[in-house]
């Protein structure tokens, strides 16, 4: 497979990059995730954000899983690797090319009008320590998936934030990512409430 290349339309350009990789079948995580290449980090993490903003979101378990694939990717990103490494144990998740394509036409009209307005912005934002502080913050988003998975499309608010972040690494646009931070802030005040009432 060819390594997916950003484009003036990433959002829009990922999500045909995945069909690609389904070829009018099923695909798993795995090839998924190689479908994008050594430009994977952004990409995925804007994938799995899109997935659970979507009805595929409230099945069991695919938050936890959703949430351990941007686990593995911020780590990688946190460690600096430049080539991305994806355990075998994630060919045993598969996502069919019907639900790829519910999700294309469900927002691919909101991901057009996104990427009419991004671009590089605030590079010091995209490198350097604040990308290990980004990794750092997609890492904390991705634990709150599981406590939150049990509450109807409780998974929405940190996995737009996880979309905000993978969006502003594959842009370079640094004002996305300081939106992400700022928008957290708001998630975590939600899953410590949510953690205070049950006890």
């Keep these: ?5 950003s484009s003036d339309k990433p959002l ?8 690609e990789a389904a070829g009018g079948e099923q695909v798993d995580l795995k090839d998924l995730v190689q479908a994008f290449g050594d430009r994977a980090f952004g990409p995925v993490m804007i994938l799995c954000s899109l ?3 979507t ?15 941007v686990i593995i990717f911020a780590v990688q990103l946190l460690c600096r690797r430049k080539h991305p490494w994806m355990p075998e144990i994630l060919r045993k998740v598969e996502i069919s090319d019907a639900a790829l394509e519910k999700t294309q036409n469900k927002v ?5 009008k996104i990427d009419n307005v991004i671009h590089p912005r605030l590079p010091w934002v995209t490198s350097g320590p604040m990308q290990i502080l980004t990794a750092l913050l997609a890492i904390l988003l991705s634990i709150t998936l599981v406590p939150l998975g049990v509450v109807p499309f409780g998974v929405v608010a940190p996995a737009f934030i996880i979309g905000l ?13 300081i939106a992400g931070f700022v928008l ?3 998630v975590a005040y939600g899953v410590t409430n949510l953690i205070l009432t049950q006890f």
């Design 1 to 5: 497979m060819n390594a997916y290349q």
């Design 12 to 19: 829009e350009g990922i999500l045909k990059r995945a069909r």
């Design 51 to 53: 997935f659970l903003m």
């Design 55 to 69: 009805p595929i979101g409230i099945i069991p378990g695919l938050p936890a899983a959703f949430g351990l694939i």
């Design 108 to 112: 691919s009209p909101i991901l057009r």
């Design 165 to 177: 972040l993978g969006l502003g690494i594959t842009a370079r646009d640094g004002v996305l990512i």
């Design 184 to 186: 957290s802030l708001g």
